[in-house]
């Protein structure tokens, strides 16, 4: 692999966003993702969730741990590729793909969080 | 250190013993370890999920409920079950691997792992119980 400056920062981000995403995916994924659709707990009402996304400070923690869980994924399913499916010789294309995906759904993260 | 070191030009290319595609087949915690790689899809799947449901909240009632019936979609539930498994399992690794990754030191003397998991645990639950909160009506 080349030397690249810009590596530990990469793995700064990723490391971040491991840890907020350990921190808040799993209470988020059991709540929205497996306990309102079974019926398990009542969906809250569409206006508690509208004055929650409203707080200033609930718009700035989602948007920070969204964008370095997006990074997290990026760095980590590079190394994916990279070992586990040996394509080295793609690396600027899978680089583009995840970092570039990154960007992007951080972009979109902030254009919807900040909107609402 | 008088004479900088003689290289030789050309060399010979270093012999690499292949690596087969498919290496982390062969070895249970080789395995275990591609499955840990392969939790940050499912990050980046529910940061997806995540932030479609933050749009239709903030598009009104009709689109909040038009979410919900998607999720209720048993296809998408079993994507959530699933990405509910790897992130819990991704958490799991990623907070015993913390001492051995942080070496904390406390007047001089190593603080031992129990000592840094265990908190890690309780934020865990702390945040966990907070973020239930906020959601099911506080």
């Given at each position: 692999m080349t030397k690249r400056p810009i590596e530990p920062y990469l793995w700064l981000l990723f490391s971040a966003g491991g840890v907020l995403a350990a921190v808040f995916f799993p209470v988020l994924i059991f709540l929205f993702g497996v306990a309102f659709p079974l019926g398990w707990i009542g969906a809250p009402a569409q206006h508690h969730l509208l004055a929650v996304l409203r707080n200033p400070l609930t718009v700035a923690v989602l948007f920070v741990v969204c964008v370095l869980a997006l990074f997290h994924w990026a760095h980590r399913f590079r190394y994916t590729l990279y070992d586990g499916l040996q394509i080295?010789?793609?690396?600027?294309?899978?680089?583009?793909?995840?970092?570039g995906g990154a960007i992007v759904g951080s972009v979109i993260a902030g254009l919807v969080l900040f909107q609402i | 250190m008088s004479a900088p070191p003689a290289y030789t030009e050309f060399h010979p290319r270093w012999y690499r013993a292949p690596v087969r595609t498919l290496w982390w087949l062969r070895r249970r915690s080789y395995f275990v370890f591609i499955l840990r790689e392969l939790s940050s899809?499912?990050?980046?799947?529910?940061?997806?999920?995540?932030?479609?449901?933050?749009?239709?909240?903030?598009r009104g009632d009709r689109e909040y409920q038009r979410f919900l019936r998607w999720a209720d979609d048993p296809w998408v539930i079993a994507i959530n079950v699933i990405a509910l498994l790897f992130v819990v399992f991704h958490a799991l690794t990623w907070f015993n691997l913390t001492p051995k990754a942080m070496v904390v030191r406390l007047r001089g003397t190593r603080v031992p792992p129990l000592g840094l998991t265990a908190p890690i645990y309780l934020i865990w639950a702390a945040v966990s119980a907070l973020v239930a909160w906020l959601v099911l009506g506080g």
């Open positions: 080295k010789h793609l690396n600027a294309l899978i680089n583009l793909i995840c970092y | 899809v499912f990050v980046a799947w529910f940061v997806v999920f995540l932030l479609l449901l933050a749009h239709a909240v903030g």
